[in-house]
């Protein structure tokens, strides 16, 4: 606001400087008027200066603005000199502007233009500016041969003969016009500021009086020098006027900007002037030549040209424009489905509840690494316990639990590898770089780290804890199913050392073991049975550790891949029914040792077999084992049948008859594992065993901070007790658990504090050689 209205200020300074002006050149003497035209011209320079120095920066034009005031000071320079001529000769005539003044002023002008075209060249149709300024070019050179040369060859050699100057004079006043004309002609669309085209007119005057000044010089003509003195001052006071309106438009958008030569409206009427003013002039009888309709027609047929070659650029313009914007629209809408594409491609890779890869886009980002041999690490997670958790509190909290572990597994993995959800409470991260096995270690211990603190849900707590299964490539893999077994196993692996766990894949232990197929066919060979051998497993009464027994245990040393784990070979072996033929052998084998140790001890040894649920269920079990009774001479007396607690829960009739008949063949039946977590003490009650082995995790509780697992214990030797049945503790590790059992009436001890299994000849080395004689069996 304040610049609005110094500017105004300025503007009315110029205005009352000039009107003053004007008036002593009608009434007071030269020197005085020559004074106030220097003063004016000066405070016009520096309005110009200033409209330079205000203006912002962005704007290109601004430098047409330096110019424009310089050529305002050299106009000052020119009116000082003819003031010293006058005071100097002191004669009272009025002394025209020397020619150079006048050079140098239409060359800075014509550079202000310049200025100006360069930016407008640089923003508008090239094309529609060309033929603009070629059509005003030819029909300023035919207005200047009409009228200024009045179609006279000599006078233009006349012209060149006399003064350089006066030509070159003539030519910039001719470049200044024609910027103006072309400028003017040239906007098809926007509005031209009221400022800009004052300054522009304002210039054009002053290229038009000296224009006028040579054509009256050449036609002898003399010359009004105050009047055109007057009118030169005029002009320059329109520059700074039209400067200073600019400057007070500077905050608003630029007005070049929105000018443009691109839009359909008709400015060739302007153009007419040409022709018009020939005639004006021809009628104002300036020139005595005479205009024919010819001279016309060119002016006329050059403006109707150009009237048809702009339509037709315009036209052009106009339909790139809309190609362009169709362009652009298309552009859009492909980004759009792109996007679109993009977001359906996520559902489709996404599992939906934890917004994890799902196991289908993470097989495929495998297989894909796997072809671009990138070497690989593989973690595969369980969520411990979750079946529990979800059948106990229901698929909603379940989803939770998931959300949970989702979050934890994210915040761990911090992006470093590619994590998705396999199946329920599976997941899976892939490296695809090699990760040692300190790394992988590493890695496991921080993710088990973050199942440190509980996950509250409600008003329930829930202890998380997941096993991990640990792969690195050291190898080529042929398959992303090779190597996802490979992690699976070592998961299995990491499974069954209880939750909590991980297990890094051993490459040299489980070198094909990891396919389960692999190890049944192995298994279903023809002759497999002499890869195995039992070995036996010392139990000993309480409290005074008397050998009482042992149980057997299966070995199998393959000769393809050495020692495999039962815990391993069995579960596999029952998957595919081989345990009916491998547990047949198994009985065979401890029927024998244990007729071996009657013979050879005449000690009454109580030998236990492990006997699969699946072994049971064949319908010819029972007369399998009379055959083998038969065959070995074995005394079912001293054998003894062990089944694991969960047989219990089928509770069948036949299960019932079939250990009926067992027991009433001689044999003792021990439920195997108990309290591992499904049966529970009613059972007991409901089934004829002569023993329970207290699973080894009970055994592990008695020593935990929780005081339950002695409980549990305690309350299942007191209910053995009351039903008369016979306990053995499995597992046993440590002194203080033997102790405890010993305090809490336990009958029996088997587990690596007194003996390992171990095979038969090593047993007899080891646990009867030079032992007090058993006592009585007392099962
Ligand atoms: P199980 O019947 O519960 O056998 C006891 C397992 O605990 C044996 O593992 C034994 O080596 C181990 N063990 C004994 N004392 C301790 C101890 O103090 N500490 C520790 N950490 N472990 C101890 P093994 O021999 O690896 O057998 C694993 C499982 O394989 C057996 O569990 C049984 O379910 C199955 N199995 C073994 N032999 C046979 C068989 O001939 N037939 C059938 N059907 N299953 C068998
Ligand atoms: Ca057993
Ligand atoms: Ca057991």
Redesign the pocket.
Known sequence: MGLKRVCIRMTVVLLVLFCLYGLSALFLPEPLTESLAVLALLLASAYLFQVYRILPEAIDTRYSYILLAASCLIWAGGQVQSLLIVLQKGHQAHTAIPEYTFLLVNMLLAGAFVVVWHSLFTRRNFVQLLVDNLTILILSLLFLWQIFFRKDASSIARLAAGNTTDLMTLILDLLVCMGVFQWIVSVRSGQMAPSILLLTVSANGFALLSILQLYMKLWNYPLPTSLLDVLSVATFTGMAIGGLGRLCASGAPQPLAKISNVGLRGRWPVLLIFPASIFMLFLLNFTPTTQTPLDYSWSLLLIFLHWLISRYIQLSIENERLLALEKQNTATLEQRVAEQVKALTRLTQEDSLTSLWNRHSFIQALEQAMDEEEPLSLLLVDVDRFKIINSSYGPVAGDEVLREVARRLKEWNAGRGLLARMGADDFAVLYREPLSSAQLTNLCSELMARFQTPYKLGNNQFELSVSIGAFEQTEPTHSSGQLLQSAESALQQARSQGYGRFQIFDPLTNRDLTNGSRIELMLSKPGVEAEFQ??Y?PQFALPGLELVGA????RWRSAEHGFI???YF?PLAEKSGM?VQ??TW?LREAFLQSVEWRHTHLKPLKLG????PLQLDQPGFLDTVRTLLAETGADPAALDI?I?ETVMIRNTGEMQAVFSALRGMGFSISV??FGSGYASLGYLSKFPFDRIKLD?SLIDSLLSPVASGALVVKSILDMSKTLGICTIA????KQEQMDLLVSMGCNQL????AG??VPAGEFRRLFIQGRPQPVKIPY
Do not use: C, F, H
């Open positions: 039992l070995y497993q149980e057997s245990l299966l784990a039962p815990g069995i345990i491998i547990g198994v077999v492990n006997v699969s062990e694991t195997d594992d080894k499995e597992g046993v590790e088997q587990g690596y504090l390992r299994p």
